[in-house]
Structure formats: C-alpha cells, structure tokens
C-alpha cells in the first residue's frame, strides 16, 4: 500500500508514502466509504503512469487527486455539482496536482475526449444510465472501474456494459462491488 489519505489538520502517517492532504468540504469522498476505498486500492495497484483518466462524479477530487498523484499524466474531474468542484480544486491545490487534473461539468467535457481509465463511484442507476457515454470514452483496451454498487445492482450495471467492455472478477467490500472491465477493440 503506498496511498494514504489524511485530513488536512492531521500529519501524515507514513511521510514517505503516497499522501492526500484531504478536505472534502461539502462534497462526498472521504476515502472511508467502502466504495471510495475500493475504487483507492484499485488505484493503488494500477500502472498510471503517462495514463489519461476521467472522474466521472469527482465528488471532493479524492479519485482524481490520488490518480494525479499515482502518476497519471492528466485526469478530468467532473460533476454536476458545484460545490463538488470547489471542493476538487481545493484538493488539487492542497496536494500539488493542479496543473493535471481539468475540472468540467458534463457538458464542458470535449465531445471528441478518450481516455484510458474511467473511474465512476457513482450509484447503480446512475451508472446504467452513463453506459453509452463511457463506451464513447474509454479507448479500445483502456479500462472501467465503477464502484458505487450494492451487491444486489451489479449483474444489471454489469450488463448495461457488456456490450463494449469485458469485465474481471469483481471486488467487494461489505455490501458493495466494484466492476472492473476492459474497452474491447471496435
């Protein structure tokens, strides 16, 4: 494990780990939700050096944040909400990463923008609504990590993807999942 996340106020545990000085104001994204932790080891584990990543439903920038500060060359955060965003700047500004991370409402996103990682810790039907819009995004062999997911819900977010993604075996933490797929080749 070479993440953490510490509040603002508070020294970091290991000052030679990866750290994220964190206040998420109003938005959502602690890093102690079982899906924000999922979707934090997953990182933590993943190559993002020279990667392109969208946070799709940033929250506090948690997600983008730690993505930056794992080496991913440039990461968009977007949310519909603006004090996600205030939040996500703060937090961008606080860990030193700002010059990497784009901050957008959805609708500011460039039409034409592909990625390699789409992150999205967001809920089920959410989810399953943005299906078509992620498969636009993520390049061909590029990967989807959405979390945000009671058990119950994954089979139908799982099968709102299928259509363009492969997917791995899933995480799970308490009650919730994670869904990792890969973008198959058109």
């Known amino acids: 494990q070479r993440l953490w996340v510490c509040p603002t106020a508070r020294t970091p545990p290991d000052p030679a780990g990866v750290n994220i000085r964190l206040d998420p104001g109003l ?9 924000t932790a999922l979707c934090l080891e997953w990182l933590d584990g993943a190559d993002l050096n020279g990667r392109t990543v969208l946070d799709y439903g940033c929250g506090s ?12 060359r440039k990461v968009w955060a977007v ?14 500004d606080r860990n030193g990463v700002e010059d990497r991370i784009e901050l957008a409402i959805p609708a500011e996103l460039p039409a034409e923008l592909n990625v390699d990682i789409v992150l999205a810790n967001i809920l089920a039907g959410v989810l399953v609504r943005l299906a078509p819009e992620f ?7 590029g990967r989807l990590v959405l979390s945000g ?3 119950p819900h994954a089979e139908a977010v799982q099968a709102a993807f299928s259509a363009d993604f492969s997917f791995e075996p899933s995480k799970r933490r308490e009650d919730w999942v994670l869904l990792e797929g890969v973008r198959r080749s058109d």
Do not use: C, M, W, Y
Not at 27 to 35: D, I, L, N, S, V
Not at 61 to 67: H, S, T
Not at 135 to 141: E, H, I, L, S, T
């Open 135 to 141: 498969g636009r995004r993520v390049r061909p062999g």
């Open 27 to 35: 938005a959502f994204g602690t890093g102690t939700h079982p899906t």
């Open 79 to 92: 949310d519909i909400d603006p004090q996600a965003l205030l939040a996500s700047d703060d937090n961008a």
């Open 61 to 72: 920038g948690i997600l983008a944040v730690a993505a930056a500060k794992l080496g991913a």
């Open 149 to 151: 997911i009671l058990e």
